[in-house]
């Protein structure tokens, strides 16, 4: 198994508290994901990065922020949690050239918003 | 606009029998195409991909996948179908050019009957 560690792996908070889920790798791979599990909606990309301090939004980004200051490690917060945001958080990674390579991903933080 | 779909919410089949998981995508150019397999309170794990060559594409665990250019499609087959199969199945596409993500499918829920 790729080395993903997602913490936590579940939390419950209360609406307008805000969180931070943690992505840490040991691949030293380049590229750090998060995508968000919904039934009926597959796995959509919040945001990804490409490089340390490198990042950019993916199709459901809103209410959400990222930050990659080290290789190892990509954060996902949400400034101020809404129960919309209740959902299976993926972390993934990738080494990919030429947008050929596999996303390796984590084992998911379950987050409830209350 | 550029998709992937995944027509069937639920597929069923008898231990031993072929199975096939439906993909389809709808794209610009050429897509690299992927299949991920899901188990309960798991990640996804990488299962194949189609790059380029060959359109018949041989994976993990003795699946394979048929790319057909004309019918825009990538489906997952098995030979016979084993009760250990039963997941969730997603396939994803991603594009030659522009970000290096994967766009996901809503899933098929395969249910392997002993």
């Known amino acids: 198994d790729a080395g993903i560690t997602q913490s936590p792996r579940h939390k419950v908070t209360e609406t307008g508290t805000p969180v931070t889920l943690r992505c840490h790798q040991t691949?030293?791979?380049?590229?750090m994901y998060w995508y968000r599990q919904d039934p009926g909606h597959g796995l959509r990309l919040i945001h990804y990065?490409?490089?340390?301090?490198?990042?950019d939004k993916g199709e459901v980004s809103d209410g959400y922020s990222v930050s990659r200051s080290k290789t190892e490690d990509f954060l996902l917060t949400l400034e101020s949690a809404t129960s919309s945001q209740t959902s299976v958080y993926f972390c993934?990674?990738?080494?990919?050239?030429?947008?050929?390579?596999?996303?390796?991903f984590g084992e998911g933080s379950r987050l409830t918003v209350l | 606009a550029q998709s992937v779909a995944q027509p069937e919410d639920q597929v069923n089949v008898a231990e031993g029998n072929p199975l096939t998981v439906k993909c389809t995508y709808s794209v610009s150019g050429n897509p690299y195409l992927f299949w991920y397999v899901q188990y309960p309170n798991r990640g996804l794990q990488f299962l194949l991909k189609y790059i380029t060559g060959d359109n018949l594409v041989k994976g993990s665990y003795g699946f394979e996948a048929e790319f057909n250019k004309s019918q825009t499609s990538f489906h997952l087959k098995k030979p016979s179908a084993l009760v250990s199969d039963s997941a969730l199945y997603f396939c994803a596409v991603r594009f030659q050019t522009g970000a290096n993500n994967l766009f996901f499918g809503t899933g098929t829920r395969l249910t392997v009957i002993p």
């Open positions: 993934a990674i990738s080494n990919a050239i030429a947008n050929t390579g596999e996303l390796f």
């Open positions: 691949e030293n791979h380049r590229y």
């Open positions: 990065s490409y490089g340390v301090k490198d990042t």
